[in-house]
């Protein structure tokens, strides 16, 4: 049975080392508890769980620790038994990968269910790697796991450990199996080194890049391309991604963490509470972003449901690039192309006022043709979203625009502009000091805005000023009495 000491185990952050994390695979057949337990080692809710078998289909990395044990945790799809190139055979393709290409297995059946022909299957797959292959019965609060978890000797895979990933029991006896085959983080030497390794990781922070769009226009596809191997699994069938998967990369020595996620449909469509909460994962992608490639299909440009996705990422004030994929199909037609491109600018202008100049790329991920455009124009991007204007500069600008074009009337007095300074960068944010902030307008806020654009380089980004009435500064002055 699990022992209940588990939630006292202490928790150590991953040293800050050059050296590379071991990595632990979690495999088992569909819906034995995979995803939670990765959740419970993480630390938090990363991955998709639902009571519906197959949820997770890619293979997810997360950093985990589990006392002073620290390593890079995977999180595979349901081991089947299935040949050829349908999804599950796919799927299995990638688990099998993740295992060959990890230090430690952990290996899980469901203990209540006890162990089923497919759990013998994989177990004798994983015989030829009993060397680093950890049996796990999950499911064992309790006594409904006993039955299962006195089978699971018979897997000639070891002593199976009894856990519950879903209540965090028997994870003492878990990070003792683990600590046999990863080595535990050594203590600090002292505190000021921890800081400057800290602050040297803050520095490195890769850019969170992340890939959204309708179904089946080619995210998968596009992250594949990008990274150079099959990270994510692709292939004719809608929605095939489900969690947002993580990708570690580096492009020209500069790191990307790259971000695959479900494809969006209109809100009208979603059926499934599996498929509303893979929405949600995308949506909060969107938001821990800071630059968002929306991912169109060639054939059908910027469809209602598209707007609604680049919309969301404008409001979120994440910096937007437009990815058109399949751009192989309009090659045939020059005239339909051109009309096909000006109508998607034309469409992006009118739907998007307060973000103009949105960069626009092209290409077939498929073929790869036009798909080395897409990361300068990414980076282009991010730097200006996070791009700072110097105060002494921004008030001799704000002179210039008062001269050049004066603020309207309020209540019969000019609007008089005070002072203007950048508050934040990551979008580029404004305040306005303005003697009527009512009597402004939305016209000549849009005005400053579109100048403010032009003349430092801010194309393509949110932009956002905020209004602000000076203090009055003979308002603390007590009246006299009489």
């Known amino acids: 049975m699990p022992s209940g000491d588990d939630k006292r185990l202490p928790r150590v952050a991953p040293k800050l080392a050059s050296r590379v994390a071991p990595r632990v695979a979690i495999v088992g057949r569909p819906n034995v508890g995979k995803s939670t337990l990765f959740n419970r080692l993480v630390g938090r809710r990363h991955a998709l769980v639902d009571d519906t078998p197959g949820v997770t289909r890619d293979v997810r990395e997360a950093p985990a620790q589990l006392g002073d044990l620290a390593f890079t945790l995977l999180d595979t799809a349901g081991w089947e038994v299935a040949g050829g190139e349908v999804l599950e055979a796919r799927m299995r393709r990638f688990t099998e990968r993740a295992v060959e290409a990890s230090d430690v297995v952990l290996f899980l059946i469901d203990a209540r269910a006890g162990v089923l022909p497919l759990d013998e299957s994989f177990a004798n797959w994983l015989r030829k790697r009993a060397a680093k292959v950890i ?49 535990p983080v050594p203590d600090e030497e002292e505190d000021g080194g921890a800081s400057g390794r800290e602050a040297g990781a803050d520095a490195a922070r890769p850019m969170l890049l992340t890939i959204v769009g309708r179904p089946n226009v080619g995210k998968s596809t596009l992250l594949n391309r990008l990274v150079g191997q099959e990270r994510v699994l692709t292939g004719p069938e809608a929605g095939i991604t489900r969690d947002a998967i993580r990708v570690e990369w580096q492009w020209r020595g500069r790191p990307v963490r790259l971000v695959d996620t479900a494809g969006m449909r209109r809100r009208s469509r979603i059926d499934h509470r599996l498929e509303a909460a893979s929405v949600a994962d995308t949506l909060d992608a969107i938001r ?167 003349d430092f380089g801010l194309a393509g980004v949110p932009l956002r000023i905020t209004l602000r009435k000076p203090d009055n500064p003979f308002a603390s002055r007590a009246k006299p009495q009489r």
């Open 135 to 183: 049996l796990v019965a999950n499911k064992c609060e309790g006594r409904a796991g006993q039955n299962g978890l006195a089978e699971a000797h018979g897997l000639g895979l070891g002593e199976p450990i009894p856990v519950s990933a879903e209540h965090g029991e028997g994870l003492s006896d878990l990070h003792e199996a683990l600590a046999r085959h990863i080595a």
């Open 288 to 454: 821990l972003a800071d630059v968002v490639v929306v991912v169109l299909d060639a054939a059908d440009m910027l469809e209602k449901q598209d707007l609604t996705v680049a919309g969301r990422v404008i409001e979120e004030g994440r910096a937007l690039v437009i990815a058109v994929n399949k751009t192989d199909l309009l090659a045939d037609d020059q005239a339909q192309s051109t009309k096909a491109w000006k109508k998607l600018r034309d469409r992006l202008e009118a739907s998007f006022a307060q973000v103009k100049d949105v960069p626009i790329v092209g290409f077939s991920a498929l073929s790869g043709r036009g798909v080395e455009r897409l990361m300068p124009k990414v980076f282009e991007t991010y730097d200006i979203w996070n791009k700072r204007v110097g105060t002494p500069i921004l008030n001799r600008w704000l002179r210039e625009m008062e001269t050049l074009h004066p603020p309207p009337l309020a209540k019969g007095r000019r609007v008089r502009l005070r002072f203007m300074t950048q508050t934040k960068i990551r979008p580029p944010t404004f305040m306005l000091s303005v003697s009527q902030p009512d009597g402004l307008g939305d016209d000549y806020l849009r005005f400053l805005m579109n100048r403010l654009r032009d």
